[in-house]
């Protein structure tokens, strides 16, 4: 064999007791496990790992990320390496870099320049969704990427492609158009489709529009992952949208980041719950993810009403500069509630700026917008207005409008897997992106006893795997891929906190990749073993 894990307890991902066992790999799969007690010899290989006191999970699978561009500028994207994350999902929230032509490709790098970057480091040699899954292959120079990764076909970049960035609905022939991308995408191997609807262009989209995408995503067995119509005033009804909307169409439903925020939300957790128990119960298939944590992120421009976006980035500066046009989108969001925020009038103590693109606006990071306004003498929106201009829609935020409770509620549920919606730009990004994984296992598991650790590791390994029809990932089991992480129960936790949230994690020693140690002895290797993850059984 390759290498042996002697005496350790194995958390196999189905949510089973742990059990004591040598776990033997070979080839790049799980090739024996030998359990205490059992007869016959125990098995030896050219690398054995004294595991007594550690544990041994399925290597955790991100179900939300940001990391498109990620992997292919840093080899060691230890944010989610040294988390044990084996597997991201991309192509998240509807905006991604493909499938794309070279329009559209300059105005998705514009518009999303605070969750990845600008991309003027990345050569995008890619057009098409398989293109980009071949460059993941390619990694570094033919030797891959850090972690495996799949991927969502983005619908709000698809409608970009089709027909711009108008607020209409489609015509017959982009309708048509749409689909037949959304085809394409799948056939090459994407496991699903994104939206993002509070963010334009998707949200533009009716119902009607979205249950013609999700039926071609039904045909091939794929999935949906809405980021819904609200997750404030309007969440409930936005959630109740969606099951009805994949009912329509027959096709799977994953709720991304499924939280229940802001003040109006607050202990309506148990509500949500009780609407996906019925759909469930009436046959439903639906899955969700969430972090544990209760702050979101995501971009200051993300906050305007949407009538302000129509357009594209460039229309957007221009409605900025504008004195007239600037006045009213402060009005819709201070004061009626834009549907970028959810529906809820913005509250500028909630805002804290965590990064921008430029660097001579660094004096704005770490702080709420109102704060900078009020050492500055000048209102909330003055700061705000400014920043979007001068650093060109560039700044990433936190909004600390969640509910701790919902968040443990939510995270109970028997259909909720693990997803970090982890952006990593910004001088102090989310601690979400460095440490929703071991946070799990650290805060909820151990210190709070939310669930067994036994049922959180099934969370995060073999619910995700079902989700995205992986036959061999997701659970310890001979035969089944060695994407694995060891770790201490006692003492795994997130070292990432708000005020230092690249901080590492502790109590995780080893990650592995198809059997090769990407994490080992709590060190990054220089291990690329990460490929794309295509669907297991594409269509004609």
């Given at each position: 064999?390759?290498?042996?894990f002697r005496?350790?307890?194995?958390?196999?991902?189905?949510?089973g007791?742990?059990?004591?066992?040598?776990?033997?790999?070979?080839?790049?799969?799980?090739?024996a496990?030998?359990?205490?007690?059992?007869?016959?010899?125990?098995?030896?290989?050219?690398?054995?790992?004294?595991?007594d006191?550690?544990?041994?999970?399925?290597g955790?699978i991100?179900?939300?990320?940001?990391?498109?561009?990620?992997?292919?500028?840093?080899?060691?994207?230890?944010?989610?390496?040294?988390?044990?994350?084996?597997?991201?999902?991309?192509?998240?929230?509807?905006?991604?870099?493909?499938?794309?032509?070279?329009?559209?490709?300059?105005?998705?790098?514009?518009q999303?320049?605070?969750?990845?970057?600008?991309?003027?480091?990345?050569?995008?040699s890619?057009?098409?969704?398989g293109?980009?899954l071949?460059?993941?292959?390619?990694?570094f120079?033919?030797?891959?990427?850090?972690?495996?990764?799949?991927?969502?076909i983005?619908?709000?970049?698809?409608?970009?492609?089709?027909?711009?960035?108008?607020?209409?609905?489609?015509?017959?022939?982009?309708?048509?158009?749409?689909?037949?991308?959304?085809?394409?995408?799948?056939?090459?191997?994407?496991v699903?489709?994104?939206?993002?609807?509070?963010?334009?262009?998707?949200?533009?989209?009716?119902?009607?529009?979205?249950?013609?995408?999700?039926?071609?995503?039904?045909?091939?067995?794929?999935?949906?992952?809405?980021?819904?119509?609200?997750y404030?005033?309007?969440?409930?009804?936005?959630?109740?949208?969606?099951?009805?909307?994949?009912?329509?169409?027959?096709?799977?439903l994953?709720?991304?980041?499924?939280?229940?925020?802001f003040?109006?939300?607050?202990?309506?957790?148990?509500?949500?719950?009780?609407?996906?128990?019925?759909?469930?119960?009436?046959?439903?298939?639906?899955?969700?993810?969430?972090?544990?944590?209760?702050?979101?992120?995501?971009?200051?421009?993300a906050?305007?009403?949407?009538?302000?976006?129509?357009?594209?980035?460039?229309?957007?500066?221009?409605?900025?500069r504008?004195?007239?046009?600037?006045?009213?989108?402060?009005?819709?969001?201070?004061?009626?509630?834009?549907?970028?925020?959810?529906?809820?009038?913005?509250?500028?103590?909630?805002?804290?700026?965590?990064?921008?693109?430029?660097?001579?606006?660094?004096?704005?990071?770490?702080?709420?917008?109102?704060?900078?306004?009020?050492e500055?003498?000048?209102?909330?929106?003055?700061?705000?207005?400014r920043?979007?201009?001068?650093?060109?829609?560039?700044?990433?935020?936190?909004?600390h409008?969640?509910?701790?409770?919902?968040?443990?509620?939510?995270?109970?549920?028997r259909?909720?897997?693990?997803?970090?919606?982890?952006?990593?730009?910004?001088?102090?990004?989310?601690?979400?992106?460095?440490?929703?994984?071991?946070?799990?296992?650290?805060?909820?598991v151990?210190?709070?006893g939310?669930?067994?650790l036994?049922e959180?590791?099934?969370?995060?390994?073999?619910?995700?795997?079902?989700?995205?029809?992986?036959?061999d990932?997701?659970?310890?089991?001979?035969?089944?891929?060695?994407?694995?992480?060891?770790?201490?129960?006692?003492?795994?936790?997130?070292?990432?906190?708000?005020?230092?949230?690249?901080?590492?994690?502790?109590?995780?020693?080893?990650?592995?990749?198809?059997?090769q140690?990407?994490?080992?002895?709590?060190?990054?290797?220089?291990?690329?073993?990460?490929?794309?993850v295509?669907?297991?059984?594409?269509?004609?």
């Amino acid at each position: 064999m390759d290498t042996v894990f002697r005496d350790v307890r194995v958390i196999d991902g189905s949510g089973g007791p742990s059990y004591r066992a040598d776990v033997a790999l070979d080839g790049g799969r799980i090739a024996a496990l030998h359990r205490e007690g059992d007869g016959g010899p125990r098995p030896s290989a050219r690398h054995t790992v004294s595991a007594d006191g550690l544990a041994l999970a399925p290597g955790f699978i991100d179900m939300h990320a940001h990391s498109d561009l990620a992997l292919l500028r840093d080899p060691a994207h230890e944010a989610k390496a040294a988390q044990g994350v084996t597997l991201e999902v991309l192509g998240q929230d509807g905006l991604s870099y493909a499938p794309v032509d070279d329009r559209t490709l300059a105005e998705v790098r514009a518009q999303i320049t605070g969750w990845n970057g600008d991309g003027s480091d990345i050569d995008f040699s890619w057009r098409s969704v398989g293109g980009y899954l071949d460059r993941l292959d390619h990694g570094f120079d033919g030797a891959g990427i850090a972690v495996n990764a799949a991927y969502l076909i983005p619908q709000g970049t698809v409608r970009m492609l089709a027909m711009g960035w108008d607020d209409r609905p489609a015509t017959p022939d982009e309708l048509a158009r749409m689909k037949q991308l959304v085809a394409e995408g799948l056939h090459q191997g994407a496991v699903g489709l994104s939206s993002g609807l509070t963010y334009t262009p998707g949200m533009y989209a009716s119902d009607a529009e979205l249950t013609e995408l999700c039926r071609v995503v039904a045909e091939y067995d794929g999935y949906y992952c809405p980021h819904h119509r609200s997750y404030g005033a309007g969440a409930l009804q936005a959630y109740e949208e969606m099951v009805a909307l994949t009912r329509e169409a027959g096709c799977a439903l994953h709720l991304a980041h499924a939280t229940m925020n802001f003040g109006v939300n607050k202990d309506r957790a148990p509500e949500l719950l009780a609407l996906l128990d019925a759909a469930l119960d009436g046959g439903a298939d639906i899955s969700l993810d969430t972090y544990p944590y209760t702050p979101g992120c995501t971009t200051l421009v993300a906050m305007l009403p949407s009538w302000a976006s129509e357009g594209g980035p460039d229309a957007i500066l221009a409605r900025l500069r504008d004195e007239e046009s600037a006045a009213r989108i402060r009005h819709t969001m201070e004061v009626e509630g834009a549907d970028g925020c959810h529906g809820v009038p913005i509250e500028w103590d909630t805002i804290e700026i965590s990064g921008t693109t430029d660097p001579a606006l660094a004096a704005y990071v770490g702080r709420t917008v109102a704060d900078s306004a009020a050492e500055r003498g000048e209102e909330p929106w003055t700061v705000a207005r400014r920043l979007l201009l001068e650093d060109r829609l560039g700044p990433t935020i936190l909004q600390h409008v969640g509910h701790e409770e919902n968040v443990r509620r939510i995270m109970r549920h028997r259909v909720h897997t693990g997803g970090s919606d982890g952006i990593l730009q910004g001088a102090k990004p989310h601690p979400r992106a460095y440490g929703t994984f071991p946070h799990y296992l650290g805060r909820y598991v151990r210190e709070l006893g939310v669930f067994s650790l036994e049922e959180c590791v099934a969370h995060l390994t073999s619910r995700p795997a079902a989700r995205l029809r992986l036959p061999d990932r997701g659970l310890i089991r001979e035969g089944y891929r060695a994407d694995l992480v060891l770790f201490d129960p006692d003492t795994v936790a997130a070292g990432s906190t708000f005020d230092a949230p690249r901080t590492l994690p502790t109590g995780i020693p080893h990650v592995l990749i198809d059997g090769q140690f990407v994490i080992e002895n709590g060190h990054r290797t220089e291990v690329l073993a990460g490929r794309s993850v295509r669907r297991a059984t594409p269509r004609p």
